[in-house]
């Protein structure tokens, strides 16, 4: 991943970040019944980004801008770019933690919301 911006910020991800994207929508199970045939059950999913590692800037108030977002009840507007040029969009909110590390100027963020992320 090259950028992610959450809220209208912009934030570079690191070059060595392996993140994982969940498109969301529906996962399927199949159960069987009692005479032998099967039953699909779809269960809706949310969408998510995990192990996305951003450098935060401390003189740009970043890890306070990614705190004040946990604080409150807001979904915000997140777009993840792709080395590929290729972008997804999707609705949502920070999860987890928001720790800093200061040897590496960097934060390793969770992001999550309803509905699907899609590719812009």
């Not at 970040?17 to 779809?42: M, W």
């Not at 928001?98 to 100027?105: K, T």
């Amino acid at each position: 991943m090259e950028s992610i911006t959450i809220d209208g910020r912009s934030f570079a991800v690191t070059a060595d970040a392996d993140t994982s994207r969940k498109l969301g929508g529906f996962e399927n199970e199949v159960q069987s019944n009692g005479d032998g045939t099967a039953r699909t059950v779809k269960t809706r999913v949310p969408w998510s980004l995990t192990g996305v590692v951003i450098e935060i800037d401390d003189t740009a108030g970043d890890q306070e801008f990614l705190q004040s977002l946990q604080n409150s009840n807001r979904n915000v507007p997140i777009t993840a770019t792709y080395v590929s040029g290729v972008s997804y969009q999707a609705t949502g909110q920070v999860v987890g933690e928001v720790v800093f590390s200061n040897q590496s100027s960097s934060a390793s963020l969770d992001l999550s919301g309803s509905g699907e992320m899609t590719p812009q």
